[in-house]
């Protein structure tokens, strides 16, 4: 709809923004959202706690959003205050960033024939508990004065929300911390906020972060060394949280000592908030499953899974008395099958032949259902 106002609704538009910013006022029903909960997948639906709350907020409110979130992105990639090891939402950056690094830290030290333990963070609520007087004073540290931090301030301060289940909403509750899930600001506010952690690790320590995805990891010859390391580097990590609001659960950290000996080795035994990590074979990290000798074998027999179904919803709407049009079983496939199969390929395309066999048999029946049907078709399938 704003799209196509016309131009003198655009200037009032914008002599409205201009007011806010410099009269350092914020509307009101800005401040309210409607909360829509979002099952996880796979997850029970009779639990409060495996809905994600997703935030509606007002459409003027996210343009205005837009534009003061592209001068704070601006500012933080100018003044290289983001660490170059956070990928999430940034320019240029990607998961798979964080994926090849990972991977290529785990083959460098198989290469070296040596270990490498890898823990993998899961933050608790990490929207939700934002410390808003923190991100203003990281706004402050980073020399950030005038309009800007005082519209982040009212931004934040008063904000209320219903939340819609259906066709019913609940009463208006204020939120008294943490950000807006599905905010225009809120994914870069969060970024600085965490941003801090990575200056209370040690250098023996790597770490990565998409958003909230925490993996650090060290490798060596000597598995008390590894172990020393790692637990220190916890123990700063566990007090960063405390200073900063956040929280790190302990069900759901993982910790996974990639290795490919023979011969028995202990595991690893690191504390977090005084109990052990869980140390498991396998774990799924940005889409991608890291098994602990990198076969890569579990991700891609998952894969295979969505890929029968993808193809069994295909085959249906593919009918050829009653079914979808070319054009449409093209889009589909786009969407439910080459998605899946390009997303991670450059980090599971390692793997061996044998493993990556198993695909073999759901291409050649693509290939077959897909000459057959679009032979006539070329020129469009190009």
């Given at each position: 709809m704003i799209k196509h106002l016309s131009n003198s609704s655009l200037q009032n538009l914008l002599h409205l923004y201009n007011r806010i910013w410099h009269e350092h006022r914020f509307p009101s029903s800005w401040q309210q959202a409607i909360i829509i909960p979002i099952l996880k997948p796979g997850k029970d639906p009779s639990n409060p706690l495996n809905y994600r709350p997703i935030a509606l907020t007002n459409c003027l409110c996210k343009l205005m959003e837009k534009m003061v979130n592209r001068r704070l992105v601006y500012y933080l990639e100018h003044n290289k205050i983001l660490s170059p090891f956070q990928s999430g939402f940034r320019p240029g950056r990607c998961t798979i960033d964080n994926l090849l690094a990972l991977e290529?830290?785990?083959?460098t030290t198989f290469l070296k024939r040596?270990?490498?333990v890898a823990i993998f963070f899961d933050i608790e609520k990490a929207y939700d508990?934002?410390?808003r007087y923190g991100i203003l004073q990281d706004l402050f540290n980073c020399n950030l004065r005038g309009n800007l931090p005082i519209f982040f301030q009212n931004f934040l301060r008063l904000r209320q929300f219903r939340v819609k289940v259906g066709f019913q909403l609940s009463d208006l509750f204020i939120q008294e911390e943490g950000v807006p899930q599905d905010s225009v600001l809120s994914v870069t506010l969060f970024?600085?906020?965490i941003n801090s952690i990575f200056k209370h690790l040690q250098p023996s320590i790597k770490s990565f972060l998409y958003v909230d995805d925490l993996y650090i990891s060290?490798?060596?010859?000597?598995?008390a060394f590894i172990e020393r390391q790692l637990q220190i580097a916890v123990n700063k990590l566990t007090q960063w949280s405390i200073l900063n609001g956040f929280t790190f659960s302990t069900s759901k950290t993982s910790c996974v000592h990639f290795c490919r000996k023979r011969r028995l080795h202990p595991e690893p035994e690191i504390k977090l908030y005084g109990q052990v990590i869980n140390v498991v074979s396998e774990v799924k990290f940005l889409g991608i499953i890291f098994d602990k000798k990198l076969t890569f074998l579990p991700h891609v027999l998952q894969l295979r899974k969505k890929l029968d179904r993808a193809l069994n919803i295909l085959k249906v709407l593919s009918n050829t008395s009653w079914g979808a049009s070319r054009l449409s079983l093209l889009r589909v496939y786009r969407a439910a099958i080459l998605s899946k199969i390009d997303y991670g390929c450059t980090i599971y395309g390692s793997a061996r032949?044998?493993?990556l066999q198993k695909f073999q048999t759901?291409?050649?029946i693509l290939a077959l259902h897909f000459v057959v049907l679009f032979k006539p078709l070329q020129s469009t399938c190009n």
């Amino acid at each position: 709809m704003i799209k196509h106002l016309s131009n003198s609704s655009l200037q009032n538009l914008l002599h409205l923004y201009n007011r806010i910013w410099h009269e350092h006022r914020f509307p009101s029903s800005w401040q309210q959202a409607i909360i829509i909960p979002i099952l996880k997948p796979g997850k029970d639906p009779s639990n409060p706690l495996n809905y994600r709350p997703i935030a509606l907020t007002n459409c003027l409110c996210k343009l205005m959003e837009k534009m003061v979130n592209r001068r704070l992105v601006y500012y933080l990639e100018h003044n290289k205050i983001l660490s170059p090891f956070q990928s999430g939402f940034r320019p240029g950056r990607c998961t798979i960033d964080n994926l090849l690094a990972l991977e290529t830290d785990i083959r460098t030290t198989f290469l070296k024939r040596q270990d490498l333990v890898a823990i993998f963070f899961d933050i608790e609520k990490a929207y939700d508990r934002t410390w808003r007087y923190g991100i203003l004073q990281d706004l402050f540290n980073c020399n950030l004065r005038g309009n800007l931090p005082i519209f982040f301030q009212n931004f934040l301060r008063l904000r209320q929300f219903r939340v819609k289940v259906g066709f019913q909403l609940s009463d208006l509750f204020i939120q008294e911390e943490g950000v807006p899930q599905d905010s225009v600001l809120s994914v870069t506010l969060f970024s600085l906020k965490i941003n801090s952690i990575f200056k209370h690790l040690q250098p023996s320590i790597k770490s990565f972060l998409y958003v909230d995805d925490l993996y650090i990891s060290c490798s060596g010859d000597n598995m008390a060394f590894i172990e020393r390391q790692l637990q220190i580097a916890v123990n700063k990590l566990t007090q960063w949280s405390i200073l900063n609001g956040f929280t790190f659960s302990t069900s759901k950290t993982s910790c996974v000592h990639f290795c490919r000996k023979r011969r028995l080795h202990p595991e690893p035994e690191i504390k977090l908030y005084g109990q052990v990590i869980n140390v498991v074979s396998e774990v799924k990290f940005l889409g991608i499953i890291f098994d602990k000798k990198l076969t890569f074998l579990p991700h891609v027999l998952q894969l295979r899974k969505k890929l029968d179904r993808a193809l069994n919803i295909l085959k249906v709407l593919s009918n050829t008395s009653w079914g979808a049009s070319r054009l449409s079983l093209l889009r589909v496939y786009r969407a439910a099958i080459l998605s899946k199969i390009d997303y991670g390929c450059t980090i599971y395309g390692s793997a061996r032949q044998s493993v990556l066999q198993k695909f073999q048999t759901q291409f050649i029946i693509l290939a077959l259902h897909f000459v057959v049907l679009f032979k006539p078709l070329q020129s469009t399938c190009n």
